[in-house]
């Protein structure tokens, strides 16, 4: 389909607890996504949304990936169980560059003090942190497990006191990340991330990467739970993008991303 | 990847809000042409309206009819109906169907689709053999006041056994929709407007048949490739895939 080298840093292993997913272990998953010509996957375990001791999965998920060196594991946490400062520094020692969190499944907000305090660890960790606004349509939950999205609210302030960790937003729709653009007035953090597998609307990606500027944008597809050939249709086929900027949504940001890293802080 | 002429089977003429129905075709029509698609079914209005006025009504397929009348071989139509509204309801049948352009006819969540208001409607479309594009969900925490779940319509299907229905949204949560709607074979589901979760066009095709799932987006609030790659990227045949991209279509809208 192109030329172009994609990072998926948005791929997924192991199972969601709502529904069966295929291809959801290491080889099935790069299979699926190598038919759309993708070879790299940045990965977070399922299970891990719904575990009550979150910190169980990272040994889990790198137990998984072991051997397959074009999966990159995104470790998880829960900051408002005791002791999540172990779970973050065993992701360090297990070689993890980046952990992520599901505020609504775990009740907290990122208005919330917490949340500045794992900016700080990650970032003296030297670790992005990726934040999960949605796992799936909130229009057909199970009725006994209804979780909104995750508000931005107070996102702008936290990416301000920690200027020197990369904050990533997963699974980010239209809405909040337009009113990130408008709150930010057009001076959007330079540490701000944004994932483009749930951008929707006709020619959606390319709006919004106007609005957010392409230097922000990652290229991701919630694979396996969603078909990885919608992103990658979104944005070769429906969008008009430079070749430049297809290099730089497909790879050049996750690698700079990866490449800002350093214990103590990354530098955006 | 692209095939080109796929029949999108759910739009909404919702581009360049705020203009007229030329600049939403000129907006709209490039992305189509580099999306494959040939033709668009297109209903509703600029604006939503949950329980539409005649006045909203009539502005909403105005707006439609211009847009078909500029395109012809690029949209067809659904006249947007509230059947709380009978006696409109069939006059602008009668206005839109029975005298064109429109093909068939849209109705939205203005009273859900098991009422006797809605059998008065589908015996006049099934004299017209226009098909009926319902919208239907499961909504998590219930529906809305109005809004028709994929078991009204079944209940509706199987009385009215001569209209050929459109589940609009395989009712969202489509692993419920799409077991609801199993038993009546006049019902066909489309792919539209609801997240690209891989294993939805699977299980239609392997519960209900390729026979009964058609392509469509609900652009452009959703975009075309979203929709497309449940078609593109499911693990059915090349056979299935024509058909839900434009043969079913072909067949219902008799083309």
Not at chain 2, 13 to 32: S, V
Not at chain 2, 112 to 127: F, L
Not at chain 2, 136 to 148: D, H, I, M, V, Y
């Amino acid at each position: 389909m192109t030329d172009t080298a994609i990072i998926d840093c948005n791929a997924n292993l192991g199972n969601w607890p709502f529904r069966r997913t295929g291809y959801n272990t290491p080889d099935a998953l790069l299979e699926r996504l190598a038919r759309v010509d993708i070879d790299r996957a940045w990965v977070t375990l399922l299970d891990a949304v719904m575990l009550k001791n979150v910190g169980a999965a990272n040994p889990w998920l790198a137990e998984m990936v072991a051997g397959y060196e074009q999966l990159m594991p995104v470790g998880s946490v829960n900051p408002t169980w005791p002791a999540w400062e172990r779970d973050l520094a065993e992701c360090v020692d297990l070689g993890f560059r980046g952990v992520r969190v599901n505020p609504n499944y775990h009740g907290w907000t990122l208005a919330d003090p917490i949340f500045g305090e794992l900016l700080a660890a990650a970032g003296e960790a030297g670790m992005f942190v990726e934040v999960a606004l949605h796992m799936t349509d909130e229009r057909h939950h199970h009725p006994l497990v209804m979780v909104p999205p995750v508000a931005v609210d107070g996102l702008l302030d936290a990416c301000a006191a920690h200027p020197n960790v990369a904050i990533v937003l997963a699974n980010v729709k239209n809405a909040p990340a337009s009113q990130l653009a408008r709150d930010a007035d057009g001076e959007l953090p330079g540490n701000l991330y944004f994932e483009l597998s749930h951008f929707e609307s006709v020619g959606g990606v390319q709006a919004l990467a106007g609005e957010l500027g392409v230097e922000r944008i990652l290229f991701g597809t919630h694979a396996p739970y969603y078909y990885p050939e919608s992103s990658v249709l979104k944005v070769f086929e429906e969008c008009d993008f430079s070749e430049p900027e297809l290099a730089a949504i497909t790879h050049q940001n996750a690698e700079r991303l990866l490449a800002s890293l350093q214990a103590g802080g990354s530098q955006p | 990847m692209i095939e080109p002429g796929a029949i999108d089977c759910h739009i909404h003429p919702t581009a360049a809000q705020g203009g007229p129905p030329a600049a939403c075709a000129d907006e709209l029509l490039p992305f189509a042409d580099r999306m494959g698609i040939a033709l668009m079914g297109t209903s509703l209005g600029p604006t939503f309206w949950r329980r539409p006025t005649r006045e909203q009504i009539t502005a909403d397929n105005d707006f439609n009819a211009e847009l078909i009348a500029r395109h012809p071989d690029r949209f067809f139509g659904y006249a947007n109906l509230n059947p709380n509204d009978l006696r409109f309801s069939l006059d602008e049948i009668e206005r839109r169907v029975a005298d064109g352009p429109f093909v068939g006819l849209k109705l939205w969540v203005a009273m859900c689709c098991d009422h006797p208001n809605v059998d008065a409607i589908c015996e006049r479309a099934a004299e017209l053999g226009a098909p009926i594009l319902q919208h239907t969900f499961f909504r998590a925490g219930g529906n809305l006041p109005g809004e028709s779940s994929p078991d009204d319509l079944a209940a509706l299907a199987a009385r009215q056994r001569e209209v050929t229905f459109i589940a609009a949204h395989a009712g969202l949560n489509w692993e419920r929709g799409i077991r609801a709607v199993l038993g009546q074979p006049n019902i066909l589901v489309d792919t539209c407007g609801f997240d690209p979760e891989l294993g939805y066009t699977e299980m239609a095709v392997a519960w209900l048949g390729a026979e009964r799932v058609v392509y469509g987006s609900d652009a452009t609030g959703r975009s075309f490739a979203s929709q497309l790659a449940k078609v593109y990227g499911a693990d059915i045949d090349d056979d299935a895939k024509a058909l839900i991209l434009h043969g079913n279509m072909r067949r219902v809208l008799d083309l």
